[in-house]
């Protein structure tokens, strides 16, 4: 079983701010985790994805998460808030080589100029 | 590349017609596509998984008289909601991915909102 829990379902920051959105996940094998954006009306866009090998993943749009097996978190950062990355996001985790991903409940970011 | 292509993006329709959703994969070959459902503020369900040419995988407690999926090739799926009803209004989204890229990574529509009148 695999599950994936997000802390606050809302999170504002202030333009040029930095951006913290966590992510922890429960799996019984290696995972693979996930981060897409939706905005609204529109479907996801993966930001970025940690599958194996280096724990510091990097992705679209200045953001980057890291792997921490021991805190099983897939934490999303960015350094500078812009008033484009107002949206939501998705944490999601597949484990199990069977292609069924589990999305968290996800986090609405508002930035506030 | 990796395009997914989903039509139509808004639908209203009256309470007991059918509606098709389309998913395509522009620019490369599905091995696999998902449909998910997505109620207002809440995170996406998996409703089922389609493997090419053969029957879709159906999550718990999603009919599959009610919704209808085919796979008909590595290119398109479809959705088919059967009898719509004004508690099937929702969005709705698919996505689709390529083994053979040795990825497992979920390419996903833009999604089609549905209203049943």
């Known amino acids: 079983a695999q599950s994936v829990t997000q802390l606050g379902s809302h999170v504002s920051v202030s333009e040029g701010a930095l951006v913290l959105l966590r992510c922890n996940y429960s799996s019984s094998v290696p995972p693979y985790l996930f981060w897409y954006v939706q905005y609204p009306n529109q479907g996801l866009q993966l930001l970025l994805k940690?599958?194996?090998?280096?724990?510091l993943v990097k992705g679209i749009n200045g953001f980057e998460a890291e792997f921490k097996k021991s805190e099983t978190s897939f934490h999303l950062t960015k350094p500078s808030a812009h008033m484009s990355d107002a949206a939501e996001y998705f944490c999601a985790v597949e484990s199990g080589g069977y292609q069924k991903v589990t999305f968290g409940t996800g986090t609405k970011l508002q930035v506030i100029p | 590349g990796a395009v997914v292509s989903q039509h139509p993006s808004r639908v209203i329709c009256k309470s007991g017609t059918s509606v098709k959703i389309e998913c395509r994969s522009l620019?490369?070959?599905?091995?696999?596509m998902f449909w998910y459902r997505q109620f207002p503020k809440q995170s996406l369900m998996l409703m089922a998984t389609?493997?090419?040419?053969?029957?879709?995988?159906?999550e718990q407690g999603v009919e599959k008289d009610k919704f209808l999926i085919n796979h008909a090739s590595l290119t398109l799926s479809t959705l088919t909601v059967t009898s719509a009803h004004p508690e099937d209004s929702s969005f709705y989204i698919c996505?689709?991915?390529?083994?053979?890229?040795?990825?497992?990574?979920?390419?996903f529509g833009a999604g089609t909102r549905l209203s049943v009148l």
């Open positions: 940690y599958t194996t090998g280096a724990t």
């Open positions: 996505s689709a991915s390529d083994r053979g890229r040795g990825e497992n990574i979920q390419y």
């Open positions: 620019d490369f070959q599905a091995t696999t």
């Open positions: 389609s493997n090419e040419g053969s029957k879709a995988t159906y």
